[in-house]
């Protein structure tokens, strides 16, 4: 079962289509045992860019499976469990709170 933090590799919708990226699962245990899908926020290579205050570049990216250093962007979206290629890591515990406190800042409460 899919675990809030998880790295995952996904078919990810996008302007100019589908792109298999990584992404880390926002979703919480208690929505992914009511629900058949997955809420997963893009994690993105291009870290170059400008960091806004609802992004947050990876302390930790290598430990989690990604190749390269990456950043997290409140960039959220819900997809069937079956686009989830696999599991590629899991985020550290301080970039895991570092992102939730981003997606706070990005959600309206």
């Not at 045992?33 to 993105?44: F, K």
């Not at 469990?81 to 301080?94: E, I, K, P």
């Amino acid at each position: 079962m899919l675990k809030p933090g998880d790295v995952v590799v996904v078919d990810f919708p996008g302007v100019t289509g589908v792109k298999r990226r990584p992404a880390v699962v926002v979703s919480s245990d208690a929505y992914h045992s009511a629900r058949p899908d997955v809420i997963v926020g893009l994690i993105t290579s291009q870290v170059a860019s400008s960091i806004g205050s609802t992004d947050h570049a990876l302390a930790d990216w290598s430990a989690a499976g990604l190749r390269l250093p990456s950043m997290f962007r409140s960039f959220l979206v819900t997809l069937p469990r079956s686009a989830v290629g696999h599991v590629a890591g899991h985020l550290s515990d301080q970039d895991r709170l570092a992102v939730r406190a981003k997606l706070g800042t990005a959600l309206a409460r």
